[in-house]
């Protein structure tokens, strides 16, 4: 079922703030219209009329984070965009439906053979990449001048070789280090640090999914190695020993009674809040829910460090993509939200509201200096630019990336041996070659 938006109070101090938006909408909408009908000393085109009617989005997220209150989270900051959004467009509501990302494809398919596939929907980059490939979503054009306010990489990676687009980048959500201020005085700032705290107490959590745990590759010199099998590129004595060293310390860190290894990063969140763990690192959408349970105790900042480099995490870059089955005017409405939800407005709306997101729109400017948890953010977006860090986002598929959390959690459960694990790591990798 798809639940329905209700209204909820007007926060306090942000009743001003909603009227002055409206105001301004009203400022901008009604002289242009009624100047653009004067000109042309005729009555209203249908497409400059107020748009109305509901569009149906669907919201991917991983399947193991589902749950009440991340269901309650995302109607939440749908009801922002709605609320907003209604300032321009009154009479347009929106209705959303949560699901796995993982069973899109099949869920789509479904949906699209009976003529009931939803409008929009807000997704990870290579979730729409992979859908696109699929057809089961249509790719889409936006004007230039559009294109050219946002993040130039992500409107990269989202751009298919015959120039539409795969969906519209909306919002990026960097990898950051979380903990519990209770048990940490200082969040540790390199891999030495990390593992010399945990020697002394500290309840470090990290995971084996494989966008999550990247970030160890680069203080290790690994990043360009795996970058390297991806890109098909001969396998060198270099290749080896740089994974092997990064195997290594993956063993150590192991053997260290006070880090733990989990499968996914809703298992480190949930052990976080419970007060389990003491430092984990996390999705910076995610500290909304770990701030409504650790409050000011809730530390934030970049990932370590170690003798190889800065860390390497990945960003996920969440965009719109548009349903196949959509009618001419709700595909006109589709593109009208996905344009506004992208425009200086609404994204700077999102980091004011401390939505933990950082904006695609490059006229919106983090505010860095008054938040140190902004800070790191853009600090963790900032190391995830590597050009061996974007090439493992862009190169390696859904089963690789499986693959190799089965691959690793035999290694720290000592099914596998060391070379055993080297000689899978680049085989699954680099496409078969061991060698």
Same mark, same amino acid.
């Given at each position: 079922?798809?639940?329905?938006?209700?209204?909820?109070?007007?926060?306090?101090?942000?009743?001003?703030?909603?009227?002055?938006?409206?105001?301004?909408?009203?400022?901008?909408?009604?002289?242009?219209?009624?100047?653009?009908?004067?000109?042309?000393?005729?009555?209203?085109?249908?497409?400059?009329?107020?748009?109305?009617?509901?569009?149906?989005?669907?919201?991917?997220?991983?399947?193991?984070?589902?749950?009440? &209150?991340?269901?309650?989270?995302?109607?939440?900051?749908?009801?922002?965009?709605?609320?907003?959004?209604?300032?321009?467009?009154?009479?347009?509501?929106?209705?959303?439906?949560?699901?796995?990302?993982?069973?899109?494809?099949?869920?789509?398919?479904?949906?699209?053979?009976?003529? $009931?596939?939803?409008?929009?929907?807000?997704?990870?980059? *290579?979730?729409?990449?992979?859908?696109?490939?699929?057809?089961?979503?249509?790719?889409? *054009?936006?004007?230039?001048?559009? $294109?050219?306010?946002?993040?130039?990489?992500?409107?990269?990676?989202?751009?298919?070789?015959?120039?539409?687009?795969?969906?519209?980048?909306?919002?990026?959500?960097?990898?950051?280090?979380?903990?519990?201020?209770?048990?940490?005085?200082?969040?540790?700032?390199?891999?030495?640090?990390?593992?010399?705290?945990?020697? %002394?107490?500290?309840?470090?959590?990290?995971?084996?999914?494989?966008?999550?745990?990247?970030?160890?590759?680069?203080?290790?010199?690994?990043?360009?190695?795996?970058?390297?099998?991806?890109?098909?590129?001969?396998?060198?004595?270099?290749?080896?020993?740089?994974?092997?060293?990064?195997?290594?310390?993956?063993?150590?860190?192991?053997?260290?009674?006070?880090?733990?290894?989990?499968?996914?990063?809703?298992?480190?969140?949930?052990?976080?809040?419970?007060?389990?763990?003491?430092?984990?690192?996390?999705?910076?959408?995610?500290?909304?829910?770990?701030?409504?349970?650790?409050?000011?105790?809730?530390?934030?900042?970049?990932?370590?460090?170690?003798?190889?480099?800065?860390?390497?995490?990945?960003?996920?870059?969440?965009?719109?993509?548009?349903?196949?089955?959509? *009618?001419?005017?709700?595909? %006109?409405?589709?593109?009208?939200?996905?344009?506004?939800?992208?425009?200086?407005?609404?994204?700077?709306?999102?980091?004011?509201?401390?939505?933990?997101?950082?904006?695609?729109?490059? &006229?919106?400017?983090?505010?860095?200096?008054?938040?140190?948890?902004?800070?790191?953010?853009?600090?963790?977006?900032?190391?995830?630019?590597?050009?061996?860090?974007?090439?493992?986002?862009?190169?390696?598929? %859904?089963?690789?990336?499986?693959?190799?959390?089965?691959?690793?959690?035999?290694?720290?459960?000592?099914?596998?041996?060391?070379?055993?694990?080297? %000689?899978?790591?680049?085989?699954?990798? *680099?496409?078969?070659?061991?060698?």
């Amino acid at each position: 079922m798809i639940p329905q938006l209700h209204h909820s109070p007007t926060p306090p101090g942000q009743g001003r703030r909603r009227a002055v938006i409206r105001v301004l909408a009203t400022g901008l909408a009604i002289p242009l219209l009624a100047s653009l009908a004067a000109c042309h000393g005729r009555p209203l085109q249908p497409i400059l009329r107020p748009l109305e009617g509901t569009l149906y989005i669907a919201v991917g997220v991983s399947g193991d984070a589902i749950d009440g &209150e991340l269901q309650k989270e995302i109607r939440s900051r749908t009801a922002m965009l709605q609320s907003t959004f209604r300032t321009l467009q009154p009479k347009v509501r929106l209705q959303v439906e949560v699901f796995p990302e993982e069973s899109l494809p099949t869920e789509l398919r479904l949906r699209n053979s009976t003529g $009931l596939s939803p409008d929009l929907l807000l997704v990870n980059e *290579s979730t729409a990449r992979d859908l696109a490939r699929e057809r089961l979503i249509d790719t889409v *054009s936006f004007p230039p001048a559009l $294109l050219n306010q946002l993040d130039a990489g992500s409107v990269v990676r989202v751009r298919r070789s015959d120039g539409t687009l795969n969906g519209l980048p909306m919002e990026l959500q960097p990898q950051v280090a979380c903990f519990d201020r209770r048990r940490v005085r200082r969040s540790p700032g390199t891999l030495s640090e990390l593992l010399a705290l945990s020697a %002394k107490g500290m309840e470090v959590g990290l995971s084996l999914d494989a966008v999550s745990l990247t970030w160890t590759l680069g203080p290790l010199g690994a990043i360009d190695a795996l970058s390297s099998l991806l890109a098909r590129e001969p396998v060198t004595p270099a290749t080896r020993q740089d994974l092997a060293r990064w195997l290594r310390w993956l063993r150590q860190a192991d053997q260290q009674q006070h880090v733990t290894f989990f499968p996914t990063e809703a298992e480190l969140l949930k052990e976080l809040t419970a007060g389990t763990l003491d430092w984990i690192p996390c999705r910076s959408i995610n500290l909304t829910r770990v701030k409504a349970s650790l409050g000011q105790n809730l530390g934030v900042t970049p990932l370590p460090s170690g003798p190889f480099g800065g860390a390497s995490p990945i960003t996920r870059e969440r965009v719109l993509a548009f349903g196949v089955n959509s *009618s001419p005017v709700q595909r %006109k409405l589709a593109m009208a939200l996905a344009r506004f939800a992208v425009s200086p407005l609404h994204q700077r709306d999102i980091v004011l509201r401390s939505q933990y997101v950082l904006p695609v729109n490059r &006229e919106v400017a983090p505010p860095v200096r008054s938040s140190s948890v902004v800070a790191s953010m853009v600090e963790g977006r900032q190391q995830s630019l590597q050009r061996s860090t974007i090439r493992l986002i862009e190169g390696s598929s %859904k089963e690789q990336r499986e693959a190799w959390q089965a691959l690793l959690t035999r290694f720290l459960f000592d099914d596998l041996s060391q070379q055993e694990a080297l %000689k899978g790591l680049i085989e699954l990798l *680099s496409g078969g070659r061991s060698r």
